[in-house]
């Protein structure tokens, strides 16, 4: 017998003022896993993680570490360890990178609360360097470094990513990832939304692949990239 993975998403359903877009979405994440979700723009892919999340009313089940999502608010949520970094990382802008990742950590408690700071620069040596700097200044690359560092201040059990590679350089994007699997490496689950298909498809465990609100197809990350009909609709070969 399996355990129970990390995150259970069954016949999941959402919609906007009362548009369906999501239509019965099934998705396991296990412990440990880098799992990857792809699909055309408007697929629904962040849309399940913010309904992930708790950020909108959902039909179906959520399961997350052996407790039941329905119906927690967000903030409930992320301190169970679920943790979203948004697309557009909405950082404080007007605020200094310090400002922002102790902000990341105001809902821990005790002694230890400010201990992932030392990860977050071993991870992201730039932020400890600009430490006082204005989050609105940094470049599109350091203000997605500092958008996961913040996250990660929280001590999530399962990181979800939307589109981190957005509005970066594309030399950056294979730092990107290798702060990904370091992160993972750290024994912090991973769901990702990426445009940047090859280089996520390179490091994710599993995908599944979302077509109008429905899962369309899953399977391991190498399969999935050498799918010929991926290929040809996401791969662009
Ligand atoms: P992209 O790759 O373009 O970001 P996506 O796969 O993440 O796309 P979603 O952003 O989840 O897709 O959008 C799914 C559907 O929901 C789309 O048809 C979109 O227009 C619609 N939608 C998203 N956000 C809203 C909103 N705030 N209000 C109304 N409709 C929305």
Redesign the pocket.
Known sequence: LSPEPLLHVSHLTAA??G?R?LHGIDIEVAAGEIVAVM?A????????LRAIAGQMPTGGAIRFAGTDLADLPAHRINRLGAVLVP?GRRLFGGLSVEDNLRLGAYARRGPDRFKPLDLVFELFPRLQERLKQRAETLSGGEQQMLAIGRALMTNPRLLMLD?PSQGIMPRLVDDIMDAVQRIRGLGVTILI?E?RLVETLSIADRAYV?QT?RVVMAGPAATIAANADVRRAYLGM
């Open positions: 906007y003022r548009l877009v699909g723009n408007g697929a629904g892919k962040s849309t399940l697309e589109e939304v445009q979302l609100g």
